[in-house]
């Protein structure tokens, strides 16, 4: 059920952001809009937002019990999280650990090879030029991000690369690759924003006997596998088992 909330922000492909009445915060609503390639496909999936507002919550706390600081303040009812307010900085900051999707359009190296290292790509973070692909030179070229503040991001990533990758281990889940988005807060510090979902991360179930049921990402919906929402609803599950519920915020 929608919560009290004050003006819409912003509306995206999968979330909703709305004025709170609290300062410095926002309301964040799960959709169960789907989309993918750049909105050429879309779908409504129903429980969709439920599960990645769930998981990304959990996600969320995760992070923050390990030092990272995101833009999380807690569930407010099922499909709905309090945020703080933060100015997204327009980078899709991506980060890989084996071989899937863009990068093996993009170069000879096959689906399925995992990387001696994480490989961090940054993209440019706007719809009507697809979300490009950047050099560090237009990067900087583009000014977006000082040298501090993009080494800084780089720390900070590999960071939570590593910290999702050891629990979605325990899980007897794989972190193929995820996209984060990073926003500023009021006090200048850069913090991790958006969600963290099968939305944007790709996950590989390693109980698993076939590549296809490997999947439990947005890759069913982009490959027309069908049962996306079930493969969501398996993460939340295997999460819950080893997770306390996330907390409600008031
Ligand atoms: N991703 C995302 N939003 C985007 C593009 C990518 O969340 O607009 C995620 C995607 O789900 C995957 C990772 O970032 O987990 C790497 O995506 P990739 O560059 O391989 O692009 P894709 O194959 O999705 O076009």
Redesign the pocket.
């Given at each position: 059920m929608a919560p009290n909330h004050g003006l819409l922000l912003y509306e995206g492909k999968a979330k909703r952001i709305f004025d709170s009445d609290k300062k410095g915060q926002v309301l964040v609503e799960f959709k169960n809009d789907t989309t993918?390639?750049?909105a050429l496909k879309k779908s409504s999936l129903k429980g969709k937002g439920i599960l990645n507002c769930q998981i990304s919550s959990h996600l969320f706390e995760l992070l923050e019990a390990q030092g990272v600081d995101t833009h999380y303040l807690g569930l407010v009812s099922d499909s709905w999280m309090a945020a703080k307010r933060v100015e997204i900085i327009p980078l899709?900051v991506?980060v890989?650990n084996i071989a899937?999707?863009?990068?093996c359009?993009e170069t000879p190296i096959t689906e399925g090879t995992e990387l001696s290292s994480p490989l961090l790509?940054l993209?440019f973070?706007d719809d009507s030029l697809s979300?490009p692909l950047l050099t560090e030179a237009r990067l900087e070229l583009l000014g977006i991000l000082s040298n501090n503040q993009r080494n800084e991001i780089e720390t900070l990533v590999r960071k939570v690369n590593l910290i999702l990758s050891t629990f979605f281990e325990k899980l007897d889940l794989i972190l193929?690759?995820?996209?984060l988005e990073i926003g500023i807060n009021a006090e200048g510090r850069l913090i991790v924003a958006d969600e963290i979902s099968p939305?944007?991360?790709?996950i590989w179930d390693a109980r698993a006997d076939s590549s296809s049921d490997r999947i439990l990402?947005?890759?069913r919906f982009?490959k027309d596998l069908g049962g996306v929402v079930e493969a969501y609803a398996e993460i939340l599950k295997r999460i819950q088992e080893i997770s306390p519920n996330p907390r409600i915020y008031k």
């Open positions: 993918a390639f750049n899709e991506v890989r899937f999707g863009s990068l359009k790509d993209y973070k979300d193929v690759d995820f996209k939305d944007t991360c790709r990402d947005k890759d982009r």
